[in-house]
């Protein structure tokens, strides 16, 4: 089993940056890919961002040149800098762990806040 724990959300102002985090925990070496997504009010989770262990990374059209996803093996994390917020950035960010155990097995953090607004 995989435990995501996020961290990072909060309130910002339009303009600003957030940093979110995302520590795994558990059998942490079934992982193959990780992502983020997000989720605003009346609407459906979408895809943020993506990355590999390789380090191959993937960018929903919207954030790109804004958001920056990267990982750090050594510490299990995956992160999601995000610059530039815009309001319609605000949405509860989920962490998403892949793995491949004889099957497609996803995982799923809590979720974060992330609040852009004057």
């Known amino acids: 089993q995989v435990q995501l724990v996020e961290s990072g959300g909060g309130f910002v102002q339009p303009g600003g940056s957030l940093r979110l985090s995302c520590a795994a925990s558990?059998?942490?070496?079934?992982?193959?890919?990780m992502g983020w997504y997000r989720q605003a009010p009346g609407k459906q989770r979408e895809l943020v961002a993506t990355i590999t262990r390789s380090g191959r990374t993937n960018y929903t059209e919207s954030v790109k040149g804004r958001f920056a996803i990267s990982n750090d093996i050594t510490k299990a994390t995956v992160s999601l800098q995000m610059n530039s917020l815009q309001p319609e950035d605000t949405a509860v960010y989920f962490c998403?762990?892949?793995?491949?155990?004889?099957?497609?097995?996803?995982?799923w953090g809590k979720g974060t806040l992330v609040n852009v607004s004057s």
């Open positions: 558990g059998s942490i070496f079934l992982i193959t890919t």
């Open positions: 998403n762990a892949g793995a491949l155990k004889g099957e497609w097995i996803n995982y």
